[in-house]
Every structure is written in structure tokens, then in C-alpha cells.
């Protein structure tokens, strides 16, 4: 099989076998560079950096000076926030988990309200899996088979039915989390360096008052702890 064409922001073109990565042009470039990668843009895309190409492509490798860096890694930390809620919690439902210009935040329906003290767990737990090194892994998944996958939880099936083609994305983060999503995310959980969960708040599911209320958890996220300092 012939070699894929990766054409750099400089012009300059990369010959590269079958199954390379973003990270792995990153690496060739200098380990510096591969270190402060956080997303990839391909063809105009946000990637994944472990995302193999599919053809022809061009490249841009996303480090923390890029504003659009800062919404992936900030969105892969609302994914470590919701799987520290289910390790928890067990029986939570699970509702959205976007970057916001702040931070970010996840909301969840369950019967009991959280509180502060669960604030302060919550935020231990997503360390303690931070320390695990879990991959972010895409993987795609027909439709037909992720609302079975599903089924317990309701408001992912509902987005499933609305969004999801007939093969949709989601995202693994170790053996016992997975979430329907777009992406992308950094590669693992040892890259998020500086988070602090802020505050707890009431919302609606969707906006609408006519639906379920959740419980929303929000927080934020900075590359360094000076600047979550700051």
C-alpha cells in the first residue's frame, strides 16, 4: 500500500507509512514539540493525536499556546469529572460535559443533591485516576448496538437518537467509563495537569423547564498550576 502525504503548515510534505499518527510526525519533529501536543488539526479537523490518518492530509499540530487546545483539554477533564461521578455513584445518569470560556462542567441527574463534601471526593477521585495514565480511545460504534450499550443511560440514548449516525463516536477512559462524543481529547489522563472543581448548580436537562432538572458540576482546567493559580 502506498505511503499517505502529510503537507505541513510550512509546505513541507511528510511520506508516511500506513496507521501513522499525528504524535507520531509530532515525535519526528522534535520531542518537544510531542510533549506540549495536546489535538491535532487534519484536513481542517480537531483530532485526536493517536488518530491514524486515512489519506492524503494536511497537518497542524495543536500545543497549549493554541486557544483551541485549551477547549479539548478542558472538555477531556469534564470526562475525568464524569467518570470520577460514576465511580462514586454508580447509579448517576449522565447528562452533557462541554468546555465552556471558564472551564467546564458536567451535568448529572440523581436523587440525592451533592454536596460540598462530595465536591471535595469527586475532585480526589478524578486525581486518583489522573494518576492511572488512562488512555482517551476512540472507537465507533453502531447505532443500533450504543443504544443497547446505553440503555441505563436514558439522556445518551436520547442524544444517540437525535445526533448519531448510523456509526457514531465515543470515548473509552480506562475499563469502566465510556461516553458518547465527538471529540477529540488529549491522550491520556496523566496530561491534565491543573483542575479544581468550583461549585454545584440546578439545570434543566437541555434548557427546558419542562424537563428533567440535573445537577450540574462546574469546574475549570489550565495547562500549569501557575495559571490555574492566576
Known amino acids: ?103 467546564f462542567y458536567y451535568d448529572f441527574q440523581r436523587s440525592e443533591p451533592f454536596s460540598p463534601e462530595d465536591l471535595e471526593r469527586i475532585e480526589n477521585r478524578m486525581w486518583e485516576i489522573q494518576a492511572r495514565d488512562l488512555p482517551y480511545e476512540r472507537k465507533y460504534t453502531a447505532k443500533d448496538e450504543g443504544l443497547k450499550l446505553y ?25 469502566g467509563f465510556i461516553d458518547f462524543c465527538r471529540g477529540p481529547h488529549v491522550p491520556s489522563t496523566k496530561r491534565i495537569k491543573a483542575f479544581k472543581l468550583l461549585s454545584i448548580a440546578g439545570a434543566y436537562w437541555k434548557g427546558n423547564e419542562k424537563n428533567a432538572q440535573l445537577q450540574r458540576i462546574y469546574g475549570t482546567a489550565f495547562f500549569t498550576q501557575k495559571e490555574l493559580d492566576e
Do not use: C
Not at 437525535?162 to 477512559?173: K, V
Open 1 to 103: 500500500m502506498s505511503n499517505i502525504q502529510v503537507t505541513l503548515p510550512d509546505g513541507s510534505v511528510q511520506s508516511v507509512s500506513t496507521g501513522a499518527r499525528p504524535i507520531d510526525i509530532a515525535r519526528s519533529i522534535g520531542q518537544r514539540l510531542a510533549d506540549d501536543a495536546v489535538a491535532a488539526r487534519v484536513n481542517g479537523d480537531l483530532w485526536d493525536l493517536n488518530r491514524p490518518f486515512e489519506s492524503d492530509s494536511t497537518l497542524q499540530i495543536l500545543t497549549s499556546k493554541s486557544p483551541e487546545a485549551l477547549d479539548v483539554y478542558r472538555h477531556s477533564t469534564a470526562h475525568l469529572l464524569a467518570a470520577a461521578v460514576l465511580e462514586l455513584f454508580p447509579e448517576t445518569k449522565l447528562g452533557i460535559g462541554p468546555p465552556i470560556e471558564t472551564g
Open 151 to 175: 440503555a441505563d443511560q436514558p439522556m445518551k440514548v436520547e442524544l444517540i437518537t437525535e445526533r448519531a449516525g448510523d456509526i457514531f463516536s465515543e470515548y473509552t477512559l480506562g475499563p
